[in-house]
């Protein structure tokens, strides 16, 4: 999120006994989704599709089957 700013200025000598900012809520909106972020290159999307890096056009793209163009692979999923 954004850094949010305010300027708070009176006449009175007091000066403002509270002062709140309501931040909107966020929504899922176009902007949310994987398809539409800029490192992201969906243009071939189907059902199964994995996201891959892509170090010569430096995004993720989607593929449905794993290449690689070093000769060698690893898959690591993890420790759950």
């Not at 007091?14 to 243009?43: F, I």
């Not at 189907?46 to 793209?61: E, M, N, P, R």
């Amino acid at each position: 999120m954004a850094d949010v700013k305010a300027k708070i200025s009176t006449t009175t000598s007091s000066g403002p006994q509270q002062v709140s900012v309501t931040v909107p809520a966020q929504t899922a909106t176009a902007a949310n989704k994987l398809r539409n972020m800029l490192d992201v290159n969906t243009a071939v999307l189907a059902d199964g599709s994995i996201l891959q890096y892509d170090s010569a056009t430096d995004k993720f793209v989607t593929r449905t089957d794993i290449s690689t163009t070093t000769g060698s692979l690893s898959l690591n999923g993890g420790v759950f």
